[in-house]
């Protein structure tokens, strides 16, 4: 569900294309194994992620702390940017050689398990090597299917608007919980009358948005086995947004394209953009103004469709060493001091231990706590249904039509039908 925090969703899937689909990946079987054991009994696991250098140099310091308190266990890494892990993790997969400890997200858990890539280490918790003890707000859960724990959080996420908080002064805007989809689009109506620029960089293509304005609905993105939405739906989606961007209340896609890799925000193209509330960090480092995040609107005054997402560590189904992998895992998810090395690198740590043993003293990182604070106090929170296989491919389609609707290269009519038509595939695969 979250990726590298220096690049927004968009970006990213725009990087990835659909690639890891494309690159198919033949089902791997039991037996086998990574990792290897020494003479002296020492063991060695293969744990790999993708993201920047910075977070190498975190996850390389917490290693070595964790060698340090386990000297027969030595932890061999390999990290790379989104697209590459994915393409490289695939030719391994495909040859049974999988990494003993990796970087997961919810829209693959499905995919690699229905391929027999990862372990379920429910037997590890029962023999006492992996705590399920001590998470916040029930993300102990997170990465459970069909009763099969395939993935452990590391950090939290969730969804929130970006604002830039002079643009949104001036137009004497101030969100609040629980605030209706039309008090933000009227919000974006004055953002675009007072700032010279578009009010939003469009929702239109972010399917974690969709997916939670549906489950204000009482519907979802995904069901366990496919879409949980009609075409119907998505022509309404699409048409109003077709609309608003004519209109300019969302952002030239043109200029926006143009602007990459900086936001939409950033560039003053728009006032304010749905995103990750981790990616907050982003702007900051990118833009000139002072950027806050703002609550999700809703369409009954209370319900957000709201969940805390997690980058997850998973482990191979073919390691020959799922003990030492489970205490691995158990150190980086739970020890205080790998908390405070990590911080808020790949979202608010997942469990009451690193949480507390991290706060950030920076005016970002103190919003990204505080937003998920109330987002928990205020008891918004929903389960999320675990995506199925074939999740990500749908990702990287909706995407790409709902980009080439926004530009006008297809009607919204065409969109719908071909993205409808792509996830069938997908899902069906």
Not at 108 to 122: E, G, I, P, Q, S
Not at 303 to 310: A, E, F, I, K, V
Not at 325 to 340: C, K, L, Q, S, W
Request: hydrophobic share 35%; glycine share 10%; proline share 4%.
């Amino acid at each position: 569900m979250r990726t590298q925090g220096t690049v927004d969703r968009r970006s990213l899937l725009k990087i990835t294309g659909g690639s890891v689909a494309a690159l198919g990946l033949a089902a791997a079987g039991c037996g086998g194994g990574s990792g290897s054991a020494g003479g002296d009994g020492t063991v060695t696991i293969r744990y790999t992620w993708w993201g920047s250098d910075d977070r190498a140099k975190r996850i390389n310091q917490s290693i070595a702390l964790f060698e340090k308190k386990f000297p027969k266990i030595k932890v061999k890494t390999d990290f790379q940017p989104y697209a590459d892990f994915w393409k490289k993790f695939n030719t391994q997969a495909s040859g049974g050689n999988t990494p003993d400890v990796f970087q997961n997200a919810i829209g693959f858990l499905r995919k690699y398990d229905a391929k027999n890539v990862l372990l379920d280490l429910r037997e590890q918790v029962e023999a006492g090597n992996l705590r399920l003890e001590g998470f916040r707000a029930g993300l102990e859960k997170f990465g459970e299917v069909d009763g099969k724990l395939l993935g452990v959080p590391v950090g939290s996420n969730s969804m929130a608007l970006v604002v830039d908080q002079a643009v949104l002064t001036r137009a004497k805007v101030t969100p609040r919980p629980g605030w209706t989809w039309d008090e933000y689009h009227d919000a974006l109506a004055r953002i675009q009358e007072t700032a010279g620029r578009a009010g939003d960089a469009g929702p239109y293509g972010i399917m974690y948005l969709y997916d939670l304005y549906l489950r204000q609905q009482g519907k979802a993105f995904f069901t366990t086995t496919g879409l949980g939405f009609t075409e119907a739906d998505l022509t309404d989606w699409w048409d109003k947004a077709a609309e608003r961007v004519k209109s300019g209340v969302y952002a030239d896609p043109k200029k926006t394209i143009q602007a990459k890799p900086k936001s939409a925000v950033t560039a003053e193209l728009a006032g304010t953009e749905f995103t990750w509330d981790n990616f907050a960090v982003r702007y900051t480092a990118e833009g000139k103004s002072q950027y806050g995040l703002a609550p999700i609107p809703t369409s009954d005054g209370k319900r957000t469709g709201q969940y805390l997402g997690s980058l997850m560590l998973s482990a191979s189904r073919r390691t020959k060493h799922p003990e030492e992998v489970a205490r691995f895992i158990d150190f980086m998810v739970h020890d205080p001091e790998v908390g405070t090395i990590m911080g808020y690198d790949r979202g608010v740590p997942a469990t009451e231990a690193q949480y507390a043993a991290y706060v950030p003293s920076d005016p970002v990182g103190k919003q990204i706590a505080a937003y998920e604070k109330q987002l928990v106090d205020s008891r918004v929170l929903e389960p999320i249904t675990p995506h199925p296989a074939g999740a990500d491919v749908c990702e990287a389609a909706f995407l790409r039509l709902s980009e080439e609707m926004s530009l006008g290269t297809r009607t919204v009519a065409d969109a719908v039908k071909q993205y409808f038509t792509e996830a069938k595939t997908a899902l069906s695969a």
